[in-house]
């Protein structure tokens, strides 16, 4: 993917997918907080971070696997 122009400012395609990750871990976290899954996470703010950088990392091997 080629930069982002946002008003002649050329943007980083990896902070379009950081915040898409962020956008899916809000979704996520407000299902897993819905199933009460967070009584059983020993560090929930650990656990949040981790499951972003999961996010983060899928969406970038994802975007990578798209021929061009």
């Keep these: ?19 898409i990750a962020f956008v899916l871990l809000w979704g996520i976290r407000f299902g897993l907080l819905r199933l009460g899954f967070y009584r059983y996470v020993w560090h929930r ?5 981790s499951l972003y950088f999961i996010l983060l990392t899928l969406l970038v091997l994802y975007e990578r696997s798209i021929p061009k």
């Excluded at 990896?14 to 915040?19: G, V």
């Excluded at 703010?45 to 971070?49: E, K, P, V, W």
């Design 45 to 49: 703010s650990l656990f949040d971070i």
């Design 1 to 19: 993917m080629k930069e982002i122009d946002v008003f002649g400012i050329f943007l980083s395609p990896f902070l379009a997918w950081a915040l």
